[in-house]
């Protein structure tokens, strides 16, 4: 029986890892955003504010851009690559600028400071009440999760703004000039800078330094260009992109929360082992 139920424990990872791995990725995370926003009532106040002018902005950006600037880049194309892969390249290079004019318009002068109160609702909805507690004030009577945010003790800000950012994305856009594989290569390229930031609240909060921000970083900087690269693929649908920029920091709390969690657990064990260690040294003395 003992062997059985050993096997049983034994064999349970083995069975149970790809369903965790195909669950828990962090190239989900955008995607749990958005049902996090479709199941949790406490976040719909911070959408509505925001979805007209999201839908304007986002409106008027890719119109101009597709009247002015999407067929002189298709006759640029053609020459290359000829008139089928001209239009579907062209296309990818008008949402690639959209994108980042949109975002950084969109982030300048109406959402991040959004996007860290539904960072800091979610991490409260996690449980996690206490870490928001390190940056701002918690209205105890506060009858949800975003009602509960009070005045911000240190910088208002879901990610800065990032110049090299902006001059990567610059640099990397002819990527886009590459058939088939240029976009995807855009993507991920980009993606490696942009995952990261989205988790600068959460570095924030913590009370982390520069160089323990890096390392952090380091020790994820392949799951956070997963998650960079779907967070801007997202970016990439005209009329939904500022949306997805809404439900992605959402996504990007859910992980946060994840990460935290995790974190405590390993501080509590360690400490644990610690006191036993110091107990059996003193009884081991007696």
């Known amino acids: 029986m003992l062997t059985t139920d050993s096997g049983r424990l034994e064999s349970q990872p083995l069975l149970s890892k790809p369903l965790h791995v195909a669950t828990s990725s962090p190239w989900l995370y955008p995607f749990k955003g958005m049902y996090c926003f479709m199941t949790h009532s406490f976040l719909w106040p911070v959408l509505r504010a925001r979805s007209l002018p999201c839908f304007i902005l986002s409106l008027a950006v890719y119109t101009f851009l597709f009247l002015v600037a999407y067929l002189p880049q298709v006759a640029f194309f053609a ?140 020790r994820r900087q392949r799951k956070y260009t997963w998650f960079g690269t779907v967070h801007l693929a997202l970016q990439l649908i005209p009329g939904l992109s500022m949306l997805f920029l809404l439900t992605t920091a959402a996504g990007s709390a859910m992980w946060a929360a994840k990460i935290e969690k995790k974190r405590r657990l390993e501080a509590e064990i360690a400490h644990s082992i610690a006191v036993g260690l110091s107990r059996g040294r003193i009884n081991g003395g007696t």
């Open 79 to 218: 020459i290359f690559y000829g008139r089928a892969l001209a239009w579907v390249n062209a296309a990818f290079l008008v949402l690639g600028e959209g994108a980042a004019i949109v975002a950084l318009l969109f982030e300048a002068f109406f959402v991040d400071e959004s996007l860290a109160d539904i960072f800091d609702a979610v991490l409260i909805h996690e449980g996690l009440e206490d870490l928001v507690a390190r940056g701002r004030d918690i209205i105890p009577d506060g009858v949800d999760p975003v009602k509960k945010l009070g005045k911000s003790r240190i910088s208002h800000v879901y990610s800065p703004f990032s110049f090299r950012q902006i001059c990567e994305f610059i640099v990397l856009l002819p990527l886009t000039l590459a058939p088939v594989i240029g976009t995807p290569l855009f993507l991920i390229f980009t993606g490696y800078r942009a995952g990261p930031l989205q988790h600068w609240r959460y570095f924030k909060l913590l009370g982390l330094t520069k160089a323990e921000q890096k390392q952090a970083i380091k």
